[in-house]
């Protein structure tokens, strides 16, 4: 694998295409010529590393302008340029804290000229369970993350580290690495929780009741691992899935019925653990491929016809999740649904 911080652009080859993959690129190789009617990225890539990276015509293979050497759950960019991130367990700060609960830190980045201020850490939480899972920054200022151990639970926290609110998650307690996801607290108070062993995505009232349940099994495969990762509200009311190990994307509609999907073999193989998710203000959904797909995919787009009209095949870490932030130079309207 390449070193992100030593590197200033991914040796890696970046297909973008209308219909198909070409299946002769290969991992590691210089992107061809015609690879290059994907237009412009810029995107968060979490995983070992965090980075963000900028993709174009010019480098389809990707330019990395900034990096963070520890192992990241999801991370946002944030309006004001901002990075938050959900750390591992056992990572070491470039404080040199070890934080063995995981974290979330939201960070001010610092600009490249030698004599700038570095990256700066300007809010913090520490784990006091096993895991930090998820981050999420509110339009109130308030950060919601979920901790995973012997006491599942969701928080929201101001600024100043007061807890405004916490309640416990129903979710299993055997496996606490497998017990939730991205959570997002909604417009309406609400909070979307996806927990992957109980395959059921939640929806909680602020108190914790739960009130509203999405059954994430797949009918007629009862041994699918259809785990939820992601759990996005859609605007209609309908909410967008990735289903990890099951490799595919769900729609459900309100009842809890698939509306859309995208299976790996709609896309020859392409998906594999659909981990973090986006839908694009195309229409399109943007899918990370955690363990990497067939042709070395870490991140591809489909359209609703499920066509792939973008994918990276990078010799980089796998990508956890993501958070795509600028198309053709034009922002993505923050938060963005992720």
Known sequence: MISWQNSARFEAAVCCLGRALVATLMIGSAAQADDTRGGQRRMLVCGKQA????FSPAHPEGVVEWTYPVNTREGWVLPDGN????????????TGDVVPGGAAIE?????????????RIVWRYDGTQAEVNSIQKTADGTYVLTEAGPNPRLLEISADGTV????????QKANAHMQTRMARKQADGTFLVPHLLDFAILRYAADGTVIATIDTHVAGAPKMNSWPFTAIALEDGCILAGLTNGNRVVEFDAGGKVRWLVTASDVDGAIN???????????NTMIASYRIGKGGERLLEVTPAKE???AWKANVPAVHHFHLFEMDGAAVPFPGMR
Do not use: M, T, Y
């Not at 405004?164 to 979710?171: K, Y």
């Not at 653990?273 to 229409?283: E, F, K, V, Y």
């Open 51 to 54: 980075a963000i990276v900028a």
């Open 83 to 94: 990075v938050l991130l959900a750390v591992g367990k056992g990572s070491r700060l470039p």
């Open 107 to 119: 960070i001010r980045r610092g600009a490249a000229a030698a004599d700038s201020p570095p990256d």
């Open 164 to 171: 405004r609110n916490e309640f416990p998650l129903a979710c």
């Open 273 to 283: 653990d659909a981990c973090g998710i986006q839908r694009l203000p195309n229409g």
């Open 308 to 310: 792939i009209v973008w």
